[in-house]
């Protein structure tokens, strides 16, 4: 449950990854029918879609509009103003459905105006979030020819094989991204993060090598822990993907005395290395860990440009001990100091979330205009219509189906809200084929644990046995298992005790 909990900027990050593209900086030729004041708009303008957040939908709208108003024959500008609304309309219905409304749209700008790469960028990813990766293809192909020195051309290709499930030629193409990213912080987070995902770091010396390539292609260390800030945003348990970030620290640490910047990315990274487990909302954390991060937390305290980042960690550490006091305290502290609003909502959805006050977060959810996530859907989960968490993990999936952590999520929901025995064994076999870690093991242990207590239930010894040897088969651990199995512990035990 990780993904759904570890801050405000993750939960961004998922819902907007890989639509934020932004305008590549190399050869702007588009730009040429502007007068400077009017491109340096222009610029601006994309780089807030690029960072576009519910609370803003409105004041982004409204600026794009005036421009493309200003300048009707300039069809980036239209470009880029039905990105800002395909992005506020999946913040309500996901990528999946909401997709296939633009990618009609995407083309008929294209259409219009042939010159400007990230209209096929664009257009291709409404096509592989549609459940259409391979209408993807003709627009890659349009948008490399425009431009072949783009990473995030690469990075969708990437995107669309992993889509149709060619892992081995998507991995290709997230490689290819990574040395054009240089200079371009958000497409090396798009590149890392689809190489590691890619699991195409699964051994030390392939953390090494990428670590070092990292840090050649961007020397400058407030770069570098923007880097590290957006890959920690954007974790969910990619194999070996704290292993290059611990090495990156490592490489700059050796030359010089890291920046407060990187300082807080060290500390946040001591903090995802230490990270147990969520109990509800509330995150577990080694306590060597938290007291490293509080070390260096403790050194940067005073820094005014990273006070609202040192902020959201405190409320993490707070969370993590329950302390509803210093939650209260901080989000009162987040509202002198203007925080940003998406980033103070999530908190004090949390904050709820950790006092049982389930309404209370659907009625938040619906005042402050925040996207559908699987925090909302937690309060339906615990204190509400199970069948609207159900859909909003759905969609969730239906965006992201390769992720190994959103299967397991789904999973669990199917397993422990709903006892759907076989949905669980489905979503959880794969998400442990996606990434094999101790929680998604435990999962789908516990499913083919309660399956086989179902069959010895109805008399049917051999496909109970069955059940059994499958569990057996991925690793039965019993205290991990008896600290997992919540309600189904009876049914888990029933099958331990008739084949052990």
């Not at 907007?16 to 009017?38: C, F, H, I, T, Y």
């Not at 995802?272 to 860990?289: F, K, S």
């Not at 991060?293 to 409320?315: C, G, H, M, S, Y």
């Not at 093991?441 to 059940?467: C, F, G, H, M, Q």
Request: aromatic share 10%.
């Amino acid at each position: 449950m990780r993904s759904a909990f570890k801050t405000a900027a993750f939960l961004a990050f998922v819902l907007m990854s890989g639509a934020q593209l932004g305008v590549a900086r190399a050869g702007q030729p588009w730009l040429e029918k502007l007068s400077e004041p009017d491109r340096q708009e222009f610029t601006r303008l994309v780089a807030t879609v690029d960072g576009w957040t519910a609370d803003r939908a409105d004041k982004i709208k409204a600026e794009l509009q005036a421009f493309v108003t200003a300048h009707p024959d300039f069809v980036p500008a239209r470009v880029e103003a039905t990105r800002a609304q395909w992005l506020n309309v999946a913040s309500g219905m996901g990528f999946a459905l909401s997709s296939k409304s633009f990618f009609i749209v995407f083309e008929e700008l294209e259409r219009l105006d042939p010159s400007y790469p990230p209209a096929y960028v664009y257009g291709a990813r409404t096509y592989i979030y549609s459940g259409y990766p391979a209408g993807a293809r003709n627009q890659l192909e349009k948008a490399q020819a425009l431009d072949a020195t783009n990473p995030w051309v690469d990075i969708t290709w990437s995107l669309m094989f992993e889509h149709l499930d060619h892992r081995k030629e998507a991995l290709v193409w997230a490689k290819t991204a990574l040395p054009k990213t240089a200079g371009n912080t958000k497409a090396m987070v798009g590149a890392i993060l689809a190489i590691t995902n890619l699991r195409g770091v699964t051994y030390h010396d392939a953390a090494v090598a990428m670590a070092d390539q990292i840090v050649a292609l961007e020397p400058d260390m407030d770069k570098l822990a923007a880097v590290i800030h957006g890959c920690l945003s954007g974790y969910s348990y990619q194999p070996g993907l704290l292993d290059v970030l611990t090495r990156v620290t490592q490489n700059v640490q050796a030359r010089q005395t890291p920046s407060n910047a990187l300082w807080y990315e060290i500390a946040s990274l001591d903090l995802t290395r230490g990270y147990l487990g969520n109990i509800g909302v509330t995150p577990r954390y080694q306590p060597d860990m938290v007291a490293a991060a509080i070390v260096i937390l403790d050194k940067i305290r005073d820094d005014p440009q990273l006070a609202e980042k040192i902020w959201n960690t405190r409320f993490d550490l707070a969370l993590g001990l329950s302390d509803i006091a210093a939650m209260t305290q901080l989000l009162d502290e987040a509202g002198l100091k203007g925080y940003a609003a998406t980033s103070v909502g999530y908190r004090e959805t949390q904050l709820l979330l950790a006092q049982g006050k389930y309404v209370d977060v659907m009625e938040l959810y619906q005042r402050r205009r925040l996207p559908d996530d699987a925090l909302l859907a937690l309060a339906y989960y615990m204190g509400g219509d199970r069948n609207v968490a159900d859909r909003i993990y759905l969609r969730e999936l239906e965006a992201d189906a390769t992720s190994g952590p959103v299967n397991a999520t789904y999973a669990a929901l199917r397993l422990f809200r709903f006892r759907d025995i076989d949905g669980a064994i489905k979503y959880g076999e794969k998400a442990y084929s996606l990434y094999p870690s101790g929680w998604s093991r435990s999962l789908v242990t516990t499913a083919w644990l309660v399956k086989s207590s179902d069959y010895i239930k109805a008399n049917k010894p051999k496909e109970a046995k069955e059940a059994f040897a499958r569990a057996r088969q991925i690793g039965i651990d019993p205290d991990s298992l008896q600290a997992f199995c919540s309600n189904l512990c009876n049914d888990v035990n029933l099958s331990l005790s008739e084949f052990r």
